[in-house]
């Protein structure tokens, strides 16, 4: 059964940093568009990053540019989503997305993981 893993969410201060990690299991991330999304209570899930099949073409959201780093080790067949410079206002659940870009048209999310950064 394809899947994506997710881990690294945390309670961490403001000003604080964490590593997001995101693990595709029983397929190859090779020929997927991989992202990063997330839903705060209340409020609609939103598209934060996301990164080309060969990494070469990253985007972020407004609110995360210059605070957010996402990447992908093909390889270790694991993305991930660094985030440095935590505010209350990243607080949400966040989700991995991988998107098939070659073949049929695939697509996984990951189960979540919660951030929380305290004031």
């Known amino acids: 059964q394809p899947q994506l893993v997710e881990s690294g969410g945390a309670l961490v201060q403001s000003g604080g940093s964490l590593r997001l990690s995101c693990a595709a299991v029983g397929f190859t991330l090779d020929y997927y568009v991989i992202g990063w999304f997330r839903q705060a209570p209340g409020k609609e899930r939103e598209g934060v990053s996301c990164?080309?099949?060969?990494?070469?073409?990253?985007d972020y959201a407004g609110s995360v540019e210059g605070r957010f780093t996402i990447s992908r080790d093909n390889a270790k067949n694991t993305m991930y989503l660094q985030m440095n410079s935590l505010t209350p206002e990243d607080t949400a659940v966040y989700y991995c997305?991988?998107?098939?870009?070659?073949?049929?048209?695939?697509?996984?999310w990951g189960q979540g993981t919660q951030v929380t950064v305290s004031s």
């Open positions: 997305n991988a998107d098939s870009v070659v073949g049929l048209v695939l697509n996984y």
């Open positions: 990164i080309s099949s060969s990494g070469g073409y990253t």
